[in-house]
């Protein structure tokens, strides 16, 4: 698929995506560039003190970004049920990412584009929902287009799904659920 390397190669030369993921559009950037980064927390107005979700493919492209006990993984993807952990970071990961927070935020990506792009650039993805801080998220590829196209480097085509909105937000370590599942 051309738009999977269109938005690989926006990536890896410091570029922000907007794509699809699994319950909403998300912005997005490479967790090793802090100038990427930066500029994403700025067209956002997101307080950098929030910190950011990471999301990956597999549990092999988040090593070095979470430190786990051993022989721990994240568990399987419920595609239909998403959840972002809450874990200790691994030696990979920048102030910025977890702003601050002591743990960083992860999650394995059902979306079958989300997972293609972090795929090809062989990393996990900085991701956090399309919307200004505050406002309300692009819920569609038409408000996505008005509110980021001029924002962003490449809008990815493409759906999210196959979950109905934001995931739930859970503590791996301990089970608790930090925020509930919305749709």
């Known amino acids: 698929m051309m738009f999977i390397d269109r938005a690989a190669e926006t990536l890896l030369r410091g570029g922000i995506i907007a794509y699809p993921t699994d319950g909403v559009f998300g912005l997005g950037c490479l967790p090793d560039d802090a100038d990427a980064i930066r500029r994403l927390l700025q067209l956002k107005h997101r307080d950098p003190a929030k910190g950011l979700i990471l999301i990956a493919s597999s549990n092999a492209q988040l090593e070095g ?41 992860v999650r394995l990506t059902a979306n079958p584009i989300a997972r ?63 925020r509930p599942r919305q749709s």
């Not at 239909?80 to 990979?92: E, F, L, Q, S």
């Open 65 to 105: 970004w979470m430190t786990l006990p051993p022989g721990q993984l994240l568990p399987d993807v419920d595609s239909a049920k998403p959840v972002t952990w809450i874990v200790p970071p691994g030696n990979k990961v920048i102030p910025l990412l977890h702003g601050d927070n002591s743990e960083i935020a």
């Open 116 to 178: 293609s792009i972090c795929d090809a650039v062989d990393a996990p993805l900085v991701s956090t929902s399309a919307n200004l801080s505050g406002r309300p998220v692009a819920r569609n590829r038409f408000v996505l287009r008005r509110q980021f196209l001029s924002l962003v480097d490449y809008l990815v085509p493409g759906d999210c799904g196959p979950a109905s909105g934001p995931s739930e937000i859970r503590h791996l370590l301990t089970g608790q659920v930090l």
